[in-house]
């Protein structure tokens, strides 16, 4: 294989797998609820402040507080631990005020896709207020990373270290995810309450606090993928999360509504589409990547590897 | 009566929006009873059953526990309290395998040795899941569903066992199977109420009956007596 190949590979393949991660956080929330969370662009953007704010970040002069930083500088992996458990609690934040009101009132689900989108403009607003709409860059050197060389040599192929890291935090936090909802006690839960909620509760599940771990873990899984993103590229301003959302609920009808390795699966396609595309014709990126999605929606209408569409018995 | 009765409703009601479907509804079981809750459709059989798992809201009335209140408790404990629900329709995970579906009635329970021990008297209680143990529940025949929605009930060791029609659909040979096995049941001690439009099947292997019409008691008494009385007769059992 020849290097240039491969380095089109290892890049496709790290922003493959944040876009896995954004998709993942989206199939969560649809098999337990059947819905989407049109928040999760916002926690994205979330995830990646929180980030740079903890690493000791300062507050740029459109700020709420400019010059402000908070009196802790964490290394990258803590700051960005941190950051997605706090994406994660803003999560279960949404769920309280656009989800929870809706079920109890026994509200069409589809009404919360417009509180939900409600929910996340607002969070990307009060980002603005606090932040300004300019973009940041991660501490310089991104301190974090001390000690290993700006660049790896892969097979010949020269690779950013950021993009690897990216790229094992995301296969990391995916593997994870799928191994403890598959073996776990309430992994198994979840899939009980995602088929059924009516007969997981008659099996003792508490089928509400199933829900809240849901939303829990997606945004965590916003968070991180926000501040990764943050790290490898910059924050481009409060919005920069949508247009991965955006890109993650593509990723998310390409692999297949609710199927946890479509979601895997149409994340790494998505990445490795769009890294064939020479950077000279970047702006070409988004176009190519809703096109790809159009080709196999067309092909197969579930998806790539999700079930077939059949009505609810 | 002086000992307390397992379960007790009291006046129970319950609506559905403006409709009411239950108008005070009254009764008891005792333990270690086999009591079957009759009536045709839209009388309010299943309703009954899913304001004692606390699916709906009772709108007024009492269901008491073993002399406790019910009226607090969420849907998620009842299990928890000893009450097994096998619902109208089933309701099985069609997605996920047989095995899976019976372990999961066991979610409670953390006595590992005790559920494999369970898992194997429910093979051995309906022994066609036992061969499709590793299959899709959607991909069995209605019977043999209803089979691991029975056995999914007995997998959380409840000490009420709620059932609401196991019969429906099923052919007669199947039925007599079913009903076979909530018999052995109950003569291992189980305490079962039954849920059927089948008059006939469930008391043929009842102790006691009520007989439920558009949410409210028409009958009620010993097996033996309802099975000859006029009324019923007429009424459910088309002769
Ligand atoms: N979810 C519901 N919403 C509104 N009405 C309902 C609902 N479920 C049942 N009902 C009504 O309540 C009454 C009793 O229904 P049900 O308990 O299902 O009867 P059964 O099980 O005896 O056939 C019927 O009139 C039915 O139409
Ligand atoms: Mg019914």
Known sequence: MSAALLQILLNGAASGGVYALVALGYTLIFSVLGVINFAQGALFSLGGYLTFLLMGGRIGVNGALPGWHLPVALPFWMALLLAAIGAGVVALLVERVAFAPLRRRGADPLLSLITSLGAGVVLVNLLQILMGAEGYAFPAGAAALEGLPEALLIGGARIRTVQVVLLLISAGAVAALTVWLERSRTGQAMRAVAEDPTAARLMGIHSGAIVRLAFLLSGMLAGLGGGLIGLSVSLAGPYFGISFGLKGLAVLVLGGLGSVPGAIAGGLLMGLAEALIPSAASGWRDALAFAVLFAVLVLRPSGLLGRRLQEKV | MNTIALLELDQLQVHYGSVQALAGVSLRVNRGEFVCLLGSNGAGKSTTLRAISRLVPATGGEIRW??????????????????????????????????????????????????????????????????????????????????????????????????????????????????????????????????????QAALEIADRGYVLEAGRLQLEGSAKDLLGDEQLRAAYLGQ
């Open chain 2, 66 to 199: 073993r002399g406790g209140d019910l009226a607090k408790v969420p849907a998620h404990r009842t299990l928890r309290l000893g009450i097994g629900h096998c619902p109208e329709g089933r309701r099985l995970l069609n997605r996920q395998t047989v095995a899976f579906n019976l372990e999961l009635g066991a979610y409670l329970r953390r006595d590992r040795l005790g559920i494999s021990s369970d898992l194997d008297r429910c093979y051995a209680l309906f022994p066609r899941l036992a061969e499709r143990r590793r299959q899709q529940a959607g991909s069995l025949s209605g019977g043999e569903q209803q089979m691991v929605a029975i056995a999914r009930a007995l997998m959380g060791r409840p000490e009420l066992l709620m059932l609401d029609e196991p019969s429906l659909g099923l052919a007669p040979k199947l039925v007599a199977e079913v009903m076979g096995v909530l018999e052995a049941l109950h003569k291992q001690g189980q305490t079962i109420l039954l849920v059927e439009q089948n008059a």
